[in-house]
């Protein structure tokens, strides 16, 4: 393929990141349990993305089958069973915060820097031929970070998975940039565990409501004593 | 010549069939018998028949393999080649393996006749499957821990003992008392495999595999600090096990908890499996080079438990716990036996260090059939009269004659006194003691002497411990309506006491055939044999070195009877037909008295707590009630209590900064998810700045 080719699709890549790292903001600053999922949703499409325009940029076929299953799976299946769920126990109002969301959103600016400088030691000998895939990497671990922040900082059980699924999207942005991928067994064993942990977390989800009469995980500090 | 090979395999098999059948077919037995509905006694009496049963049978087929093992020094090796659990493990028994096994077979044989009384108590309100299934897998265990010949087998198998007696001690479990002792002693137990695992692991960095063949003689290829830790780890890792103080407070808890069949495995068995550890790895693995401290810190050991040991025996007034203390005495003993005989090695001296090794080995077969006899006479007595309680007891000799009778044997074994066998191994450990003197070694110059003036003193201990145990509990007049109203036991228990009885006297007449037995495998684990140092003759020890010292036990026997007949006879010639006055007992020329104003327990042993009134720290409580008048009180409360120095400055303390620690890191355990996650998070940003 040509240089331009090549050129064109870094472009491409780098707004795809771009979006996917505009979406994790947007949830730390969403306030409603749908629009989570649909934010979600719409960076695992991002994601699904970069995926194809790597599988056809650099020529990675098995690439190809993981960007697909990413489309089916994170941007289709998860968000239509989480739906289900929130459609289930009817809380579709607001998220706790136990930050603000100001507040979370300049901690999460600090963080993109955070992961921008660790990428950058990282990558470090390998500056020089520094494709778009490898200036993605510090997308990817600015996901793992925001996604851990909003596990730590969001009081509903629903927004705990969304986050744990925002933090297993960087681990695959940065497989994707580090490696091209993992080999294909070891991502299709990641997207089933992924998809059966969300199933096994949903039914968690329904339980902990019916037992607390709330999602907040704050009531299963009871269970201490 | 019969085919030695080709009895020790029969023997190997039908003893593990016997143990799995016993334990097994009760099972379904109970299943088959669910289709044919019948009493619930008649199923618990065929499950109690076949389950001991099958153990008595498996028991005699390990005394056959045990003694053919011995006579012919050939080993029974099996290869296991391919396991799901362990990979490729081995079964060995070579001469060591065959003496261990030898004692369990030859204790577990009439403890399993025992059972067959003694578990009728049990019949009505227990599960009786369960009884015999924990039975047969504590003595298959006991048999596998002798016999593995790989390493992880061999802790299966340990942990497997431990889980059973385990299981086994909370047999009675509405106790509390029982539920402590059985929670206090998984707790020791795993402790102790813990410091095993890591032994085990550290040979196997040097040995590249898990076999016992590979480790054996290892100890000359280790660097000596390494072999300090193996040595370090099997002492707290087996004594635990074997109850060295300071490491015994689980068992005065768990012997008295166990049902007393049980007790008595215990006590006579289990706990030389520690001593089988430790003889295992210091002779075969580590020696025979050994540093001279090791026998040192042994005979410390040694010396403080049977000192504490007996000691703290005084003080008890539970049958039961008496006993268990006496076991702590006796596995000091023991391992005055086998610490001297390391300390020998590490001088050079073999031929003494054989002897000396001989001499714990001996013990420890004598220690298993005494105190087995005591603890199944200590059963008839509960059985009887449902009371551990010395003090509740007396006068039994009349209602229980034969359980007095062969516990009384037990008891002049147990101190040491000839013509018994606690006299013959104790006799063994003084005289290597006493040779040890000519050596000029420093260390042995403290150590020896010291330890010789404290085995004495255990001994006599000992002895005042037993009067007590037995005067108060059968002689006299009974203290309780339960002991006037006791029955003796039925004659499988009778028995089975009556066996272990006679293998005491065996045991201390005919020493000589012990001892040549012993001797070939004192030859294998120490490099030299002791024949031609204990030369034995129609029953006579004698140890050529320096100044020989020889003894006849039998001839001794003799002697004894014979002065005893002498005062008789002479009484008769002198002043004609011997004069019979019937009286009570110590009524001390009154008509009559009351139980109460007999001698008690607690009284007998006062002289001696004064004595020791440092170690005992004992703290007298007397509480009257002044209701009417100071001169009319109707109420007198006395209370007596010791306090176990281990416990309050040893366990106490550790206990104490066990729960702090936990209290402080508790303080980070607020229960909320997002704390948690915070932790993750807060570590990951942190690990992100500064370790780039």
Redesign the interface.
């Known amino acids: 393929m040509d240089t331009a080719n090549i050129q064109t699709i870094g472009l491409l890549i780098d707004i795809f990141a771009a979006a996917i790292l505009v979406t994790a903001f947007l949830i730390v600053s969403s306030r409603s349990l749908a629009f989570y999922i649909r934010l979600f949703a719409l960076q695992s499409l991002f994601l699904g993305g970069v995926a194809l325009l790597v599988a056809v940029g650099y020529g990675e076929t098995h690439i190809l089958i993981a960007a697909f299953l990413t489309i089916a799976i994170k941007a289709i299946a998860i968000p239509v069973v989480l739906t289900r769920v929130i459609e289930r126990i009817h809380v579709q109002k607001e998220v706790d915060f136990?930050v603000n969301v100001t507040v979370s959103l300049l901690l999460c600016g600090g963080?993109v820097i955070?992961?921008d400088?660790?990428a950058q030691?990282i990558l470090g000998a390998r500056q020089a031929d520094a494709t778009a895939v490898s200036r993605v990497l510090s997308v990817s671990i600015a996901m793992m970070?925001i996604g851990?922040?909003i596990?730590?900082?969001r009081?509903k059980a629903l927004t705990?998975i969304v986050g744990l699924l925002t933090m297993e999207n960087g681990v695959f942005l940065s497989g994707l940039s580090i490696t091209y991928g993992m080999p294909l067994i070891v991502e299709v064993g990641i997207f089933f565990d992924i998809l059966i942990a969300v199933l096994i977390l949903g039914v968690f989800v329904f339980r902990i409501n019916k037992t607390f009469e709330s999602i907040s995980?704050?009531s299963?500090?009871s269970?201490?004593h | 010549m019969p085919d030695w090979t080709w009895i020790e395999t029969q023997a190997f098999s039908l003893m593990v069939a016997g143990y799995v059948f016993g334990g097994i077919a009760p099972l379904f037995l109970s299943i088959i018998w669910r289709s044919n509905p019948q009493s619930r006694a008649g199923l618990n009496r065929s499950i109690k028949n076949i389950g001991f049963g099958g153990a008595l049978i498996a028991s005699l087929a390990g005394c056959v393999l045990s003694l053919s093992v011995l006579l012919s020094g050939i080993s029974l090796h099996v290869e296991i080649p391919e396991t799901l659990l362990f990979g490729p493990t081995a079964i060995h028994a070579d001469r060591l393996s065959a003496v261990f096994l030898g004692v369990i077979a030859l204790l577990a044989a009439p403890v399993s006749v025992y059972s067959f009384g003694y578990a009728t108590d049990f019949l009505p309100r227990r599960n009786m499957g369960l009884m015999v299934f924990l039975y047969n897998a504590f003595l298959l265990s006991m048999a596998g821990v002798v016999v593995a010949g790989h390493a992880v087998l061999f802790l299966f198998v340990w942990e497997c003992m431990s889980v059973t007696t385990f299981f086994l001690i909370n047999y009675e479990h509405e106790d509390p008392a029982a539920r402590r002792a059985a929670f206090l002693y998984v707790t020791m137990a795993h402790i102790g495999t813990a410091f095993l695992v890591i032994m085990f692991v550290l040979l196997w960095t040097f040995s590249g595999s898990y076999s016992f063949d590979s480790f054996a003689g290892i100890g000359s290829r280790l660097p000596s600090g390494v072999r300090s830790v193996i040595f370090l780890c099997a002492i707290i890792g087996f004594g635990i096990k074997a109850g060295i103080i300071p490491l015994h407070i689980w068992l005065p808890e768990a012997h008295p908890a166990a049902p007393s069949n049980i007790s008595a495995l215990m006590s006579g068995v289990m706990i030389k499996m520690g001593i089988y550890g430790m003889v295992r790895v210091f002779f075969g693995f580590l020696g025979p080079d050994v540093p001279e401290w090791w026998g040192i810190l042994i005979l410390i050991i040694a010396v403080s438990s049977s000192v504490l040991g007996v000691l703290y025996a005084l003080m008890e007034h539970d049958l039961k716990r008496l006993l268990a203390f006496h076991s702590i005495e006796n596995i000091g003993i023991i391992l005055m036996g086998v610490g001297a005989a390391l300390l020998f090695t590490a001088l050079g001296n073999k031929p003494l260090a054989a002897i000396a090794l001989i001499a714990g080995l001996y013990h420890v077969l004598n220690h298993a059939t005494f105190k087995g006899l005591l603890f199944l006479g200590a059963g008839s007595v509960l059985h009887a009269t449902h009371s551990r309680n010395i003090e509740e007891l007396g006068g039994l000799i009349k209602k229980l004659p034969w359980t007095s009778f062969f516990f009384l044997v037990g008891a002049v074994a147990i101190s040491g006194l000839p013509p018994l066998n606690g006299f013959v191994s104790e006799w063994l450990i003084f005289q290597s003691l006493l040779f040890g003197f000519h050596m000029s070694a420093l260390a042995v110059k403290i150590a020896i002497p010291l330890t010789v003036a404290l085995l004495a003193l255990t001994g006599a201990l000992a002895a005042a411990c037993f009067v007590k145990a037995f005067g108060i509990t059968f002689l006299g007049i009974a203290r309780s309506k339960a002991a006037e109203q006791a029955h003796e036991a039925p004659l499988s228990m009778t028995s089975a006491m009556g066996f272990l009885a006679l293998l005491c006297v065996l045991f201390g007449v005919l020493p000589g055939s012990v001892v040549s037995v012993l001797d070939p495998l004192a030859a294998f684990l120490v490099g030299t044999s002791a024949a031609g140092q204990v030369t034995l003759n129609a029953g006579t020890l004698t140890i050529p070195q320096g100044t020989s010292s020889s003894i006849s036990p039998a001839m001794l026997t003799g002697l004894l009877l014979a002065l005893t007949a002498i005062p008789l006879i002479a009484g008769y010639l002198y002043a004609g037909a011997l004069r019979r006055r019937v009286a009570m007992t110590w009524a001390c020329g009154l008509q009559e008295i009351a139980p109460r104003m007999q001698y008690t327990a607690t009284g007998f042993s006062k002289p001696i707590r004064m004595i020791f009134s440092n170690i005992y720290r004992a703290r007298h409580e007397i509480e009257i009630s002044e209701e009417t008048s100071p001169y009319f009180q109707p109420n007198i409360t006395y209370e007596l209590k010791t306090e176990s120095v281990f416990l309050k400055y040893l366990y106490e303390p550790l206990y104490k900064f066990v729960i702090g620690a936990a209290m402080v890191v508790r303080r980070i355990q607020t229960g909320h998810i997002q704390t948690y996650l915070a932790y993750i998070f807060i570590t990951l940003v942190l690990l992100l700045l500064f370790a780039r």
Request: charged content about 20%; overall charge positive.
């Open positions: 136990s963080m955070l992961a400088s660790v030691s970070l851990l922040f596990m730590t900082t009081k705990q995980i704050d299963l500090r269970l201490r």
